[in-house]
């Protein structure tokens, strides 16, 4: 939908990247399906993810069922995603994304953070 030059698809200079973190350009709607993520992940014996987004029934699925299917241990924020269905959104997280990860808010993150 908008070109990789559009200064509408930059990263917000409030979360840029920094030296030593991945960088990846996707084109489809899950992260792994069309980039090397899955091998740079690897690389550094990255196996889990915390995930979060605008499109729950879209990249956030995409991407926990592309993870789940790789055995990642997933984790999805429940106050860090959102779809413009509030249905379609309710459903995926009381009924599919409890079956493929673990389901958390922010807070519940930062506590798990602590104890790690």
Known sequence: MLHHEDPATGIDARIAPEDGDLVVRKV?????????????????GIDTLVLAGISTSGVVLSTLIDAADRDYRVFVLTDGVA??????????????????????????????????
Do not use: C, I, W
């Open 83 to 116: 779809d413009p269905d509030p249905e379609t959104h309710r459903v995926l997280l009381d009924k599919v994304f409890p079956s493929r990860a673990h389901l958390l808010d922010t807070n519940g993150l930062r506590q798990l953070l602590r104890s790690a």
């Open 28 to 44: 489809r709607f899950g992260s792994g399906s069309t980039t090397d993520l899955h091998q740079k992940l690897s690389d550094r």
